[in-house]
């Protein structure tokens, strides 16, 4: 039977779940106050649309008819996405790191008090037997369910003090951080940078754009021109399985360490900071022949990208949907592998040399053993250390396999149009095109501010995204702050009126809504019905967190404009960071929830 909560969800992750046998309901009163009524734990299931291992644990637990009884016997089961609610997916990550001092991932699985609101257990992909060194997740909800109803006290205890630590934060500080904590940071990231692949050591590996921006930052400011590890840190992002080597585009993160097999989600969030990334950093080369060298590499990478948002990713009303899926009709990366002799013939057809074929098998491994699951995902061979070693593919090969993919059968899409990751999108656009002299890019990114940007008059009542014509719940902090980070860009641009009256009614909403005693903006408002409304989130993920951009942005506008008001904000959100006394870097010595983590179990 169909589940009518689930189908009428403006997310079209909840919308997947609507034929589970599991009584899913969405996070709301209704839901909340049933299970106080009924004095039952709440099972909150967060994912999003691409998640493979969501898949995973939606076929093997969730479509499960006596696993589903089990569920809907001892709990009232709520399903989140994560894009749509990224104040519960900040919560419960976070209560995941309190709890169990790791990172966490999707999909999240907490068990809530339903007095509080506060998880007593909580872990992320459970197998429906037991593997992974985990238990069977029947047999764990079995657990559980007796856990609260025999160690009630214990479970209530453990969630105040959850909730205590949640919600923590020191008034604000009369001093901004000195520049000590940056050089700090600096050196902590390079402590921990693989010198053999690139990136930060370790697996599974991300793209870390904001860090790869801090970098690129600090690089600037010393005056160098970003050789060593951090032009390795780049190359590796466009030379091994990351990188989309035939439509371009990056996908979620690779799982080893050496960038070769990646998670095949492709998400708007990481491609639409990728173009400002490679354009800043092909802009640090010292002379007109290293800046060419870059920039024949990076400029047609970022064209390659960019045209594919906007072939695959564009809705109906100009925006941009927020992923593709990792999967394939059940299978993951079923879109994106091949076999040699798949290779062969394609290219065959296509007229390419034998010898042009015989060199491309060899350099994209397909001369080897198969490097994932009987099958071949597209990785050079031999790595580029250096941005300018970058080969690209050529492009008879390129277009001919990219048509024979075409006509495969595609990922889903998340029909999602998110504000902020599109406003994302557009500043990327737009600085990439003006550092590259690229006023196409520029343009798209000028156009896309303007499609997501409401009236002024709507923007206080702004929601953080939409599905069609239903707008799903009200936008959150990072939504504003990354709306107005493009209209800055936009103004900085063409400075007229238009723009600076939205950039006004932003900034006007934004204080009136999330402004924190401490001096920094609340990751969410009363209006959403958060656990922790006074959370207030600091540290960057898979993109930088809102009260970054917003003090970087507020500074900026603050400077041009004249407004002592704007600098003071951006000045009380540094402030507050600088009484929290963080240690520096600290989140970035293992990937975490702070890095976007959706962690593989190991066998």
């Given amino acids: 039977?169909?589940?009518?909560?689930?189908?009428?969800?403006?997310?079209?992750?909840?919308?997947?779940?609507?034929?589970?046998?599991?009584?899913?309901?969405?996070?709301?009163?209704?839901?909340?106050?049933?299970?106080?009524?009924?004095?039952?734990?709440?099972?909150?299931?967060?994912?999003?649309?691409?998640?493979?291992?969501?898949?995973?644990?939606?076929?093997?637990?969730?479509?499960?008819?006596?696993?589903?009884?089990?569920?809907?016997?001892?709990?009232?089961?709520?399903?989140?996405?994560?894009?749509?609610?990224?104040?519960?997916?900040?919560?419960?990550q976070t209560a995941h790191a309190l709890l169990n001092q790791r990172g966490g991932g999707w999909p999240l699985t907490a068990f809530l008090n339903p007095d509080d609101l506060t998880p007593f257990f909580i872990g992320t992909y459970f197998p429906a037997k037991p593997r992974f060194g985990m238990p069977g997740f029947a047999d764990l909800l079995e657990r559980v369910a007796v856990a609260y109803r025999e160690k009630g006290d214990q479970t209530r205890q453990q969630g105040a003090a959850v909730r205590e630590a949640l919600a923590a934060r020191p008034a604000g500080g009369s001093s901004v951080p000195r520049v000590s904590v940056a050089d700090a940071a600096r050196a902590r990231i390079e402590a921990s940078l693989d010198r053999e692949h690139g990136g930060l050591d370790g697996a599974p590996k991300f793209p870390q754009l904001p860090i790869l921006d801090f970098l690129i930052d600090e690089a600037?400011?010393?005056?160098?021109?970003?050789?060593?590890?951090?032009?390795?840190?780049?190359?590796?992002?466009?030379?091994?399985?990351?990188?989309?080597?035939?439509?371009?585009?990056?996908?979620?993160?690779?799982?080893?360490?050496?960038?070769?097999?990646?998670?095949?989600?492709?998400?708007?969030?990481?491609?639409?900071?990728?173009?400002?990334?490679?354009?800043?950093?092909?802009?640090?080369?010292?002379?007109?022949?290293?800046?060419?060298?870059?920039?024949?590499?990076?400029?047609?990478?970022?064209?390659?990208?960019?045209?594919?948002?906007?072939?695959?990713?564009?809705?109906?009303?100009?925006?941009l949907a927020a992923s593709l899926d990792a999967d394939t009709e059940g299978e993951e990366g079923g879109t994106y592998v091949w076999t040699p002799d798949e290779v062969r013939a394609v290219l065959e057809a296509a007229g390419v040399d034998v010898s042009a074929i015989g060199a491309f098998l060899s350099d994209y491994g397909l001369d080897r053993s198969a490097n994932f699951e009987g099958s071949w995902h597209l990785a050079r061979v031999a790595r580029a250390r250096r941005v300018e070693q970058v080969r690209p593919l050529d492009e008879t090969v390129r277009a001919a396999l990219l048509a024979a993919r075409?006509?495969?059968?595609?990922?889903?899409?998340?029909?999602?149009?998110?504000?902020?990751?599109?406003?994302?999108?557009?500043?990327?656009?737009?600085?990439?095109?003006?550092?590259?002299?690229?006023?196409?890019?520029?343009?798209?990114?000028?156009?896309?501010?303007?499609?997501?940007?409401p009236a002024e008059s709507a923007i206080a009542e702004m929601p953080t995204g939409h599905l069609g014509n239903r707008a799903s719940v009200p936008a959150f902090l990072d939504d504003y702050a990354l709306l107005l980070e493009a209209q800055a860009e936009a103004f900085l641009q063409v400075p007229d009126d238009r723009h600076l009256v939205l950039i006004e009614a932003i900034v006007s909403t934004v204080t009136r809504r999330f402004l924190d005693t401490s001096g920094g903006f609340r990751l969410s408002h009363p209006g959403h019905g958060s656990p922790v409304e006074s959370l207030v989130v600091y540290t960057d993920d898979a993109q930088p967190s809102g009260n970054a951009v917003l003090a970087d942005t507020l500074a900026r506008l603050g400077y041009v404009l004249g407004r002592t008001d704007w600098l003071e904000l951006a000045e009380g959100v540094l402030k507050a960071v600088g009484a929290r006394s963080i240690e520096p870097a600290a989140a970035l010595s293992t990937p975490s929830a702070s890095s976007s983590q959706s962690v593989r179990p190991s066998t």
């Fill in 1 to 92: 039977m169909t589940n009518p909560r689930m189908l009428e969800s403006t997310s079209p992750y909840l919308r997947a779940h609507a034929d589970n046998p599991v009584d899913w309901h969405k996070w709301g009163e209704e839901a909340l106050e049933l299970a106080r009524r009924e004095d039952r734990p709440i099972l909150l299931s967060i994912g999003y649309a691409a998640c493979h291992w969501c898949h995973v644990m939606a076929r093997e637990s969730f479509s499960d008819p006596d696993i589903a009884a089990v569920m809907n016997r001892h709990f009232v089961n709520i399903k989140v996405d994560r894009e749509e609610r990224p104040d519960l997916d900040k919560t419960f």
């Fill in 220 to 319: 600037a400011s010393r005056g160098s021109d970003g050789e060593g590890e951090l032009d390795h840190a780049v190359a590796a992002l466009l030379d091994g399985g990351l990188f989309d080597h035939l439509d371009g585009g990056i996908f979620r993160y690779c799982v080893d360490a050496d960038w070769t097999i990646p998670h095949f989600e492709k998400m708007l969030v990481d491609n639409a900071q990728l173009p400002a990334t490679l354009a800043r950093f092909c802009r640090l080369a010292t002379g007109e022949d290293a800046f060419a060298a870059r920039r024949t590499v990076i400029e047609p990478l970022i064209e390659r990208g960019v045209r594919h948002f906007f072939e695959r990713m564009r809705l109906p009303d100009g925006s």
């Fill in 406 to 453: 075409d006509r495969r059968a595609q990922p889903r899409r998340d029909d999602k149009s998110l504000v902020g990751l599109n406003a994302l999108a557009a500043t990327g656009l737009i600085r990439a095109g003006s550092l590259l002299g690229r006023r196409d890019w520029a343009a798209l990114g000028m156009d896309l501010c303007d499609r997501i940007t």
